[in-house]
């Protein structure tokens, strides 16, 4: 399996840019945003627990995290990967993440890091905030956001710095051209992959 981390402050393109990851390497997308949405919309015990912490900005706790992504990781086994989006994002649940990996043989492949300035952000998530109907998109929400993904997220950044499948993507420019640089780092596992092989 190939397993990818996007990574990124919120509005970075985590989502866009794993749509196209998807398209072009045939990955399951796993965001736990998404999934949580989704709980949320369905009413369901874990979407009202849930809602609690984003309308707030803040992450949800990481034992409701683990418990979600550990049911879905076991639907993925088999397929050719995934790509992981908006999770980890404590150290706690890179370690979690490190573990269930484990128990197939697997691991991180590669971290990708969308670098997006706060002002760019701020500006892209004011914009959705406009269509998307996400509580979680408006001004003091996404300061929220921001500052939490600085205090509580960034320390991930060195977890996987420590195990040197870290790289930074610059995440400004053109949804393609962004699309590329990351291309050029997934190819480069692929191919020093292939190179072990023979
Ligand atoms: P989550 O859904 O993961 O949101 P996020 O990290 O805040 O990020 P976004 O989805 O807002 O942005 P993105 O990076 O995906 O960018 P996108 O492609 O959409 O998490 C939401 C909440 O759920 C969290 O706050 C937390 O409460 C909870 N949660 C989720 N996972 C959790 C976890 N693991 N642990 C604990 N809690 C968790 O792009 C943004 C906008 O910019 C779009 O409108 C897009 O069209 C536009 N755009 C994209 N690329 C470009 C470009 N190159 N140029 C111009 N505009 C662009
Ligand atoms: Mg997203």
């Keep these: 399996m190939l397993n990818i981390v996007i990574f990124g402050p919120p509005g970075s393109g985590k989502g866009t840019q794993s749509k196209k990851v998807v398209e072009a390497y045939g990955l399951e997308h796993i965001s736990t945003g998404e999934m949580l949405r989704s709980e949320m919309k369905n009413g369901t015990a874990l979407g009202v627990i849930a809602k609690k912490h984003i309308d707030k900005g803040h992450l949800v706790p990481d034992h409701v995290i683990v418990g979600m992504l550990t049911r879905k990781l076991k639907t993925c086994r088999g397929t050719k990967g995934i790509?992981?989006?908006?999770?980890?994002?404590?150290?706690?649940?890179?370690?979690?993440?490190?573990?269930?990996?484990?128990?197939?043989?697997?691991?991180?492949?590669?971290?990708?890091?969308?670098?997006?300035?706060?002002?760019?952000?701020?500006?892209?998530?004011?914009?959705?905030?406009?269509?998307?109907?996400?509580?979680?998109?408006?001004?003091?929400?996404?300061?929220?956001?921001?500052?939490v993904y600085k205090q509580v997220t960034t320390p991930v950044i060195d977890f996987y710095k420590g195990k040197g499948v870290y790289r930074s993507v610059k995440g400004t420019g053109s949804v393609d051209e962004i699309f590329a640089r990351m291309q050029t780092a997934i190819d480069a596992v692929l191919h020093e992959r292939m190179t072990k092989v023979k």
């Excluded at 971290?111 to 509580?135: F, P, Q, Y």
């Design 83 to 147: 790509i992981l989006d908006g999770f980890p994002r404590t150290v706690n649940q890179a370690e979690a993440l490190d573990q269930l990996l484990a128990q197939y043989g697997d691991q991180v492949d590669i971290l990708l890091n969308l670098e997006v300035e706060d002002e760019e952000l701020i500006k892209r998530l004011l914009k959705r905030g406009e269509t998307s109907g996400r509580t979680d998109d408006n001004g003091n929400t996404i300061a929220e956001r921001i500052l």
